[in-house]
């Protein structure tokens, strides 16, 4: 039965990342599927059938998913920044905010690979309800801690671009 689940899983996980179109994504959510049947309490399988309902583009079914593992998980800093990512979709920022920084505080030791995504996530939300000076603190605060991040570099330089723009102002009544 583990074998079934775990394989189930590995399956899902193939067909996600392989993701050549809507065909391997619905083989994806029922290789998720057979792996919830055998075991509905694992949150590791209600976060991977967020992100094939995420990929398939359907928000709502993503979120009850990931819902689903932070019920399970709810320590769990993966599952809080699932939700936040699926909050964001859903532009429902403010919330999403609160789940990222649920996500920050739950951090584990075994959790490093999970923080330069944090970082973007937090950076994003940020950006998207209009609070640029500390998106710009938190890119800055990740590149800290990883500074050879393409991810968060990627994320600041819109910011500091604007930034720069809104520096020159046009002079009015001056020469053309």
Known sequence: MQDDFDDALEMARAM???NEGQADLWEANEYVNRALRLRPHDP??????????????DDAAALAAVEMAVRRAPRSAETHYWRAAILADLERYHEALLAVERAFRHLGRNDDWLVEDLFFEKGSILDSIGRQEEAMATYQAGLSRFPDSQLLKAGLEPLRREQA???F????????
């Open 44 to 57: 590791e399988a209600w976060i991977l059938k967020c992100q094939v309902m995420s990929a398939l583009e």
């Open 16 to 18: 996600l990342g392989g």
């Open 169 to 176: 102002k046009v002079i009015p009544g001056g020469r053309q």
């Open 165 to 167: 723009r809104r520096m």
